[in-house]
């Protein structure tokens, strides 16, 4: 087998499904960026289209953020309490967490669409965007906001907030474990089962909160057309970056299976 038995742990399985959602994302977006960026005249959306469009983006954003809870989580069993972490953490638990993410991204927008639909735009229907984003439809709406920006900051609080404190609490005693730990190799290798976490909960909570957390009288074009994009681009492209450098296990199997390869395509000759 060219990759080790032990990378199909429950932590790869988190991972697997944190990359469906980044490829889901980046997909959603990129072809209508695409689309609008060719010399085409006819760069015209249906209203259902761009519903969907918005749909999908902010359902995957939500799953994201309670996958990375879940991994958290993950995290602080498998540091804070390791000798439960089998019957804690089993395949059942892991798969339950996984799908209350999906279920969660899929019935937590819907509110925002219902509430989009019945707005009206009788000045402009040219969004000056690159998808169909939250904010530039507000923006470009006649009626009265009110009550989408309301339920903003609700499912913000319930969501991404509720998931950020989860995930700053687990990482309060993560640290408070790993700081217990008396030998400075035993502390380095620890903390490296959860810095590449760490480092994507901190580069998407930054940038959702740069993006979404302010009223719309705040918003900027350009400023969050960059946001935007480091969201749906950079984020999904960091992600396995950072998992996969400092990853021992991964760099294992990916060695051997270059070497595989290598063996493959450069066949060495024997002499008789």
């Known amino acids: 087998h060219y990759v080790q038995s032990n990378l199909h742990n429950l932590l790869y399985k988190f991972l697997q499904n944190l990359s469906i959602i980044d490829i889901s994302l980046t997909s959603n977006v990129l072809p209508a960026l695409t689309h609008f960026n060719t010399h085409s005249r006819n760069k015209l959306f249906s209203f259902f289209w761009c519903l969907t469009q918005m749909y999908l983006y902010m359902s ?32 059942k638990h892991c798969a339950w967490l996984i799908s209350t993410s999906y279920c969660a991204g899929v019935v937590g927008s819907v509110g925002h669409v219902l509430l989009i639909s019945k707005l009206s735009y009788c000045n402009s229907h040219i969004i ?15 009626s009265d906001t009110f ?12 969501f991404a907030f509720n998931s950020f404190l989860l995930t700053l609490i687990s990482y309060i005693y993560i640290i408070s474990t790993i700081l217990k730990i008396q030998s400075t190799h035993g502390r380095q290798k620890a903390f490296s089962t959860c810095a590449s976490h760490l480092t994507c909960v901190i580069i998407l909570y930054m ?66």
Do not use: W
């Not at 960059?226 to 296990?249: D, G, Q, R």
């Open 60 to 91: 995957l954003g939500c799953s994201e953020y309670f996958l990375l809870t879940a991994m958290s989580y993950d995290r602080y069993v498998a540091i804070c309490d390791p000798l439960h972490y089998i019957t804690r953490m089993s395949k």
């Open 128 to 142: 000056d965007h690159f998808f169909c984003d939250l904010i530039p439809l507000l923006k470009l709406s006649c």
């Open 147 to 158: 009550n989408v920006e309301i339920l903003t900051y609700v499912i913000g609080t319930l």
């Open 207 to 272: 940038t959702i909160l740069c993006l979404y957390m302010k009223p719309t009288t705040s918003y900027s074009l350009d400023r969050d057309k960059m946001f935007s994009l480091l969201y749906i681009v950079l984020v999904p492209l960091l992600n396995p970056l950072i998992y996969t450098l400092k990853n021992k296990e991964f760099l294992i199997a990916f060695n051997k299976l270059r070497q595989r390869v290598k063996s493959f395509v450069f066949p060495v000759k024997t002499v008789h």
